[in-house]
């Protein structure tokens, strides 16, 4: 597609539940990103594929967190005993080659954690 | 942690008139990147000042960076009524070029 596409848009699951979020990016892209963002904040950084490898995941807050980018194209973020807390909305951006510039987000997967 | 800072938090202004939203930040940067939320959307990329520069155009958009007092301006000239949306601050840090630290953003609306 032409541009990040993340499914699904919307997901509400109960606590303790296991939740998987998938980011599509932009065709080409090396490098792709995950970030959370709650209500009226900024999102914040969670972790930086480049290429099949997570360069930098130090912004994952638990290990319930885990995302992974087997082929170098797709990832997939992944909650493991979800908590109310963890209700936001998960964003994916890619960029062409990471390294700074510009990032181009998807419109993100609202999950509320009931 | 939120290194960026905007301020206002929130502006109302009136169709045509120009908009100015501040941004500070707390450590080194390469680069200083703005970008636009509509409400429940993502992030579009608006525009990008290295640290080297002080200010930079596109469009009706007028970009100013001071790395002395760690502070960037963004000014949204003869504002329209599709201006309204939340607009952030996004800085890396001297070390990581790809981690982008965002700020909280400013409301602006932008009524016709």
């Known amino acids: 597609g032409a541009g990040v596409s993340q499914t699904p848009s919307n997901k509400v699951t109960e606590k303790g539940k296991y939740v998987e979020l998938r980011c599509d990016p932009i065709?080409?892209?090396?490098?792709l990103y995950w970030y959370r963002q709650s209500l009226g904040q900024g999102p914040e950084f969670l972790i930086y594929f480049q290429g099949t490898g997570a360069a930098d995941d130090s912004g994952l807050p638990n290990d319930r967190f885990f995302a992974v980018r087997p082929e170098g194209s797709v990832s997939t973020l992944k909650i493991q005993r979800t908590e109310r807390g963890d209700s936001a909305v998960y964003l994916c951006?890619?960029?062409?080659?990471?390294?700074?510039?510009?990032?181009?987000f998807g419109e993100g997967s609202r999950l509320t954690v009931l | 942690s939120q290194q960026g800072e905007e301020d206002p938090q929130a502006l109302s202004i009136q169709e045509g008139e120009n908009a100015t939203m501040n941004c500070s930040y707390k450590t080194s940067i390469n680069n200083l990147q703005w970008y636009r939320q509509n409400s429940g959307r993502g992030l579009v990329h608006l525009i990008l000042?290295?640290?080297?520069?002080r200010e930079k155009h596109s469009g009706r958009l007028r970009v100013t960076l001071d790395t002395s007092k760690k502070s960037s301006s963004l000014l949204i000239t003869a504002s329209r009524a599709a201006d309204t949306a939340s607009y952030f601050c996004?800085?890396?840090?001297?070390?990581?070029?790809?981690?982008?630290?965002f700020g909280k953003g400013t409301l602006l609306t932008v009524n016709p």
């Open positions: 996004a800085t890396d840090s001297g070390g990581s070029n790809y981690k982008l630290t």
């Open positions: 000042i290295r640290s080297n520069e």
């Open positions: 951006a890619s960029s062409l080659r990471g390294g700074g510039g510009e990032l181009f």
């Open positions: 065709s080409g892209h090396t490098a």
